[in-house]
């Protein structure tokens, strides 16, 4: 069983300083890990994954994300953040589905607010 | 290649009448999902189909019905709307349950 965490409803952060949006996770046996973003009225769209490889996973957008096994953590991040990266972060939970793999449960996710 | 596509973009129906959702993908995916979104909180399952001529019940099925078409096509009906139905509605599809890419979303208004 896997189980995920986003420890906080909004995070907020200056233009051009670095963002960091907290996943932290619980499973056992190997982990699939997502980030997905929403825009303002826009459906969702996939960022990244981590399933197995390198602990830094780079995705759309100039996203990283960093597969942290001793501290149970799949943390999304960008170095310089941009007003236009102002949207909703979800972390979704994973399981298993016998009939449709993987089966994704998506919380209420992290706000992210960029200021200028 | 456009992905998921959803019609309509916006509806607003009032109490008691029917619609259907529609949902195609040109990405030869074998999953198709449908989730609403309510006002601060995730997206919650409704049906998925893991595959053509199959579907299943997600978390909150009540009050809908589903139809894997064909594998490009999901659809969601509403037999007879009611206003907590109002919600915004999201396809998705994945290739065997992997990643799930969505459609931009259907607004619904339930008067």
């Known amino acids: 069983a896997q189980s995920v965490a986003q420890p906080e409803d909004q995070v907020n952060v200056a233009e051009g300083n670095p963002l960091t949006v907290k996943c932290t996770y619980s499973?056992?046996?190997?982990?699939?890990l997502f980030w997905y973003v929403q825009y303002p009225n826009r459906g969702l769209q996939f960022l990244l994954k981590?399933?197995?490889?390198?602990?830094l996973v780079k995705g759309s957008y100039g996203f990283e994300a960093e597969f942290n096994k001793s501290q149970t953590s799949f943390h999304l991040k960008k170095p310089s953040a941009l007003v236009s990266d102002s949207a909703l972060y979800f972390c979704p939970e994973r399981q298993r589905n016998n009939n449709a793999g993987n089966m994704l449960t998506f919380g209420g996710g992290t706000r992210l607010m960029v200021k200028p | 290649n456009a992905g998921v596509t959803q019609t309509p973009k916006f509806q607003v129906l009032k109490t008691g009448q029917s619609m259907t959702l529609q949902c195609a993908q040109d990405?030869?995916?074998?999953?198709m999902y449908w989730y609403r979104q309510d006002p601060g909180m995730g997206l919650r399952l409704i049906y998925y189909s893991a595959s053509e001529g199959t579907t299943d019940k997600g978390e909150v099925p009540n009050g809908y019905n589903v139809s894997r078409l064909n594998k490009r096509e999901f659809s969601l009906r509403l037999e007879s709307a009611a206003p907590s139905q109002t919600s915004v509605y999201f396809c998705?599809?994945?290739?065997?349950?992997?990643?799930?890419?969505f459609g931009p979303g259907t607004r619904l208004t339930v008067l």
């Open positions: 990405m030869n995916h074998n999953s």
């Open positions: 998705a599809s994945s290739h065997r349950g992997k990643t799930q890419y």
């Open positions: 981590y399933i197995t490889g390198d602990n």
């Open positions: 499973v056992s046996g190997n982990p699939y």
